[in-house]
């Protein structure tokens, strides 16, 4: 009975610790996504901004070709 109480222990340490090595990596790997897909988010926004801004631009440059056409036309 001795014997196999220390045998069980004797084994549960390493599995103990391929087990916790193993729980670190995934938690390492889940932070290196959420850190990849917050960065990604970051460009995504930066882009909309950039779009938006060429579009109020070019929505800009037809209105005053609008009115540069109108006055003409008077």
Known sequence: MTG???VIMIFSIPIL???TDHFQK?????QKMIEDQLELEKLKHENF??????????LEQ?????????????
Not at 62 to 74: A, N, P, S
Request: proline share 0%; net charge positive.
């Open 49 to 58: 901004v950039i779009e938006t801004q060429k579009m109020r631009l070019e």
């Open 4 to 6: 196999t109480i220390a």
């Open 62 to 74: 037809m209105k005053l070709q609008d009115h540069q056409e109108k006055t003409q036309i008077l």
């Open 17 to 19: 610790g391929i087990i």
């Open 26 to 30: 995934q938690s390492k790997l889940k």
